[in-house]
């Protein structure tokens, strides 16, 4: 149980994973589609992220003062910064590929004049 | 960290996601959605993530809301249900869903403790950063460091990958008028933009200010939670509200197409043109240090820091073009040559 309680960043992000999926294959709308690829895209982050977490951690950025001599910086007092730096190029990255896949999905409405899946499928019959 | 305010956030999260893949009306789930991002926003704040969460307001909250309106608004807000066949997509999607969540819940089972100080992704290269940061590089702000110098090829090439989703919205959308000029059929036209005096009033003060902040994200990064990407994005915003609450053409005017590409090009020529400038030095490729031979009073602890300050404009250059370069297209569904 206590696990399960601690854990829960965990099993959220996988609950999340699989909303974003259910969504990319079972929805009718592409804009519902790209919703849930935006969903799986932050599951992933919150991941990455509950990787990187410490307990009784603060931010990634050293205390510091002017001239203050630095005293020795203790590894556990901060959150780890790598996973920080993948994940803040990644949400950049992920509005890129957003609108991309909106273009895409622009693309398909000026040229079918709908969104539905099945609507585009029955024209391309 | 404080696990109650964790798991509300958290609790939060997954209902506006159940709500943006539920709801009927695709206004209402890019609405949703932005709230969703938010919400991913103060759950980073309290993991301790402060440039992530401030990237994802800026990004997910802000940016990605408005290109969902703006798709919306060019096609329809509603959604129809499968004529047939929805019955057997459900259970597609929801088998492969389940399927999926079982594989991770079962890798669950390895995974290090929850906030655990001693999880492996924080045990080998992490430490290196976090204590040397101040030594080689004078920049307290770690985040910074490790995305502008210590993982500086990283950074570059997400430039260039952010460029070319600028170039590949262009390429998909654009449509000129000499080659196309017999039908623009009433959603294509540019929206006029709402003539409101209070909404157009505000938005005109607000410009200046949120275009001096984004000036000193972009140039605290070093200090504070920021840099080149978050400042940029700001800076491509205030745009983008001028674009809102005025007339799209006013933008378009302010920053055409052509600036558009030009100042993209510039900012990721920025970026690789330093590292240029390292390996003429004599030094590696975006190997700062050498560059105190060409700044004046710096020695290669504070060369390191202007460096990394050189490339952060480069990025912020390169994303605020590209942002409103994708805003425009989108919102116009790529036809906004003049006198349309």
């Given at each position: 149980?206590?696990?399960?309680?601690?854990?829960?960043?965990?099993?959220?992000?996988?609950?999340?994973?699989?909303?974003?999926?259910?969504?990319?294959?079972?929805?009718?709308?592409?804009?519902?589609?790209?919703i849930g690829m935006s969903i799986f895209?932050?599951?992933?982050?919150?991941?990455?992220?509950?990787?990187?977490?410490?307990?009784?951690?603060?931010?990634?950025?050293?205390?510091?003062?002017?001239?203050?001599?630095?005293?020795?910086?203790?590894?556990?007092?901060?959150?780890?910064?790598?996973?920080?730096?993948?994940?803040?190029?990644?949400?950049?990255?992920?509005?890129?590929?957003?609108?991309?896949?909106?273009?895409?999905?622009?693309?398909?409405?000026?040229?079918?004049?709908?969104?539905?899946?099945?609507?585009?499928?029955?024209?391309?019959? | 960290?404080?696990?109650?305010?964790?798991?509300?956030?958290?609790?939060?999260?997954?209902?506006?996601?159940?709500?943006?893949?539920?709801?009927?009306?695709?206004?209402?789930?890019?609405?949703?959605?932005?709230?969703?991002?938010?919400?991913?926003?103060?759950?980073?704040?309290?993991?301790?993530?402060?440039?992530?969460?401030?990237?994802?307001?800026?990004?997910?909250?802000?940016?990605?809301?408005?290109?969902?309106?703006?798709?919306?608004?060019?096609?329809?807000?509603?959604?129809?249900?499968?004529?047939?066949?929805?019955?057997?997509?459900?259970?597609?999607?929801?088998?492969?869903?389940?399927?999926?969540?079982?594989?991770?819940?079962?890798?669950?089972?390895?995974?290090?403790?929850?906030?655990?100080?001693?999880?492996?992704?924080?045990?080998?290269?992490?430490?290196?950063?976090?204590?040397?940061?101040?030594?080689?590089?004078?920049?307290?702000?770690?985040?910074?460091?490790?995305?502008?110098?210590?993982?500086?090829?990283?950074?570059?090439?997400?430039?260039?990958?952010?460029?070319?989703?600028?170039?590949?919205?262009?390429?998909?959308?654009?449509?000129?008028?000499?080659?196309?000029?017999?039908?623009?059929?009433?959603?294509?036209?540019?929206?006029?933009?709402?003539?409101?005096?209070?909404i157009r009033f505000v938005a005109r003060?607000?410009?200046?200010?949120?275009?001096?902040?984004?000036?000193?994200?972009?140039?605290?990064?070093?200090?504070?939670p920021g840099g080149g990407f978050q400042?940029?994005?700001?800076?491509?915003?205030?745009?983008?509200?001028?674009?809102?609450?005025?007339?799209?053409?006013?933008?378009?005017?302010?920053?055409?197409?052509?600036?558009?590409?030009?100042?993209?090009?510039?900012?990721?020529?920025?970026?690789?043109?330093?590292?240029?400038?390292?390996?003429?030095?004599?030094?590696?490729?975006?190997?700062?240090?050498?560059?105190?031979?060409?700044?004046?009073?710096?020695?290669?602890?504070?060369?390191?820091?202007?460096?990394?300050?050189?490339?952060?404009?480069?990025?912020?250059?390169?994303?605020?073009?590209?942002?409103?370069?994708?805003?425009?297209?989108?919102?116009?569904?790529?036809?906004?040559?003049?006198?349309?």
């Amino acid at each position: 149980m206590g696990s399960i309680i601690s854990d829960y960043n965990y099993w959220i992000y996988i609950l999340l994973m699989m909303i974003g999926l259910y969504a990319m294959l079972a929805k009718n709308n592409l804009i519902k589609k790209v919703i849930g690829m935006s969903i799986f895209q932050t599951a992933i982050i919150i991941f990455y992220v509950s990787i990187g977490a410490k307990e009784h951690a603060t931010i990634p950025i050293i205390a510091h003062g002017h001239g203050a001599v630095e005293a020795a910086i203790d590894v556990a007092h901060y959150a780890n910064p790598l996973v920080h730096v993948l994940m803040l190029t990644a949400i950049v990255v992920s509005v890129g590929t957003l609108g991309v896949a909106l273009a895409i999905c622009l693309a398909i409405h000026r040229r079918y004049n709908s969104l539905e899946e099945d609507e585009i499928q029955e024209q391309l019959q | 960290m404080i696990w109650q305010l964790d798991l509300s956030i958290l609790s939060l999260i997954v209902v506006c996601a159940f709500a943006t893949i539920m709801v009927k009306d695709l206004l209402s789930a890019a609405i949703i959605f932005g709230a969703y991002s938010f919400l991913m926003c103060l759950l980073w704040t309290e993991m301790g993530a402060v440039d992530v969460a401030f990237t994802e307001a800026s990004v997910g909250a802000g940016v990605s809301t408005v290109l969902f309106i703006a798709a919306v608004h060019q096609t329809s807000r509603r959604v129809t249900p499968r004529k047939s066949g929805r019955l057997l997509s459900k259970v597609i999607g929801l088998v492969a869903a389940l399927l999926m969540g079982l594989v991770l819940i079962i890798a669950e089972a390895d995974f290090p403790g929850f906030a655990s100080p001693f999880s492996p992704a924080s045990l080998h290269l992490s430490p290196y950063y976090i204590t040397q940061t101040l030594h080689d590089t004078n920049v307290p702000n770690i985040v910074t460091s490790v995305l502008a110098d210590y993982r500086g090829f990283d950074t570059m090439f997400e430039t260039a990958v952010i460029f070319t989703a600028g170039l590949a919205v262009i390429a998909i959308l654009r449509r000129y008028k000499k080659d196309d000029s017999t039908e623009i059929p009433e959603p294509y036209t540019i929206s006029e933009g709402y003539p409101d005096t209070i909404i157009r009033f505000v938005a005109r003060q607000l410009v200046p200010f949120i275009q001096l902040f984004a000036l000193y994200v972009v140039a605290h990064g070093h200090h504070s939670p920021g840099g080149g990407f978050q400042g940029g994005v700001i800076i491509g915003a205030s745009f983008i509200l001028l674009a809102i609450s005025f007339d799209t053409r006013m933008i378009i005017g302010l920053m055409s197409e052509k600036s558009n590409i030009l100042l993209g090009n510039i900012g990721v020529l920025i970026y690789a043109g330093i590292g240029f400038l390292c390996l003429l030095l004599g030094a590696n490729f975006l190997d700062y240090s050498i560059l105190s031979k060409v700044l004046p009073a710096t020695d290669k602890v504070m060369a390191r820091s202007h460096g990394m300050l050189g490339i952060e404009i480069g990025v912020a250059i390169a994303v605020m073009a590209i942002v409103i370069s994708i805003y425009i297209n989108i919102v116009s569904c790529g036809k906004y040559d003049k006198d349309v």
